[in-house]
């Protein structure tokens, strides 16, 4: 299956309000095929995986980010995060970090400071 059905079949099962596409690569394709159909919004993370992990450790530790008791996917994905940076793959644990700056940032953008 193509990247491009793919991303429009999740977003189908899912119903997200929003997906993030890494503006990197084939992303940048990926954004300009969805855009009109799917409600995107272009990510640019910062510094290497292992470095945007270290800044969500802080809260995943602090019990703010949940998974559920039993899925199917869930020992796959605790595998590779405890095996990152080590592990074949790292799809999930980038995927997963980049939602919680994304969450993050958003947060603190939204309730933000402003003058009365």
Known sequence: ???K???KSLYAKW???VVLIEERASGYQLI?????????LPFN??????????KCVPIIQAG???FPEYAVWLQDF????CSFPYSAHDDQVDSMTQAILWVQESFVAGFGLREL
């Open 1 to 3: 299956m193509a990247l």
């Open 5 to 7: 059905d793919l991303v």
């Open 15 to 17: 119903k997200p309000s």
């Open 32 to 40: 300009q095929e969805l855009d009109s159909i799917i409600p995107i």
């Open 45 to 54: 993370p910062s510094g290497s995986k292992l470095a945007r992990l270290m």
């Open 64 to 66: 703010y980010v949940f």
């Open 78 to 81: 605790e595998c590779e995060i």
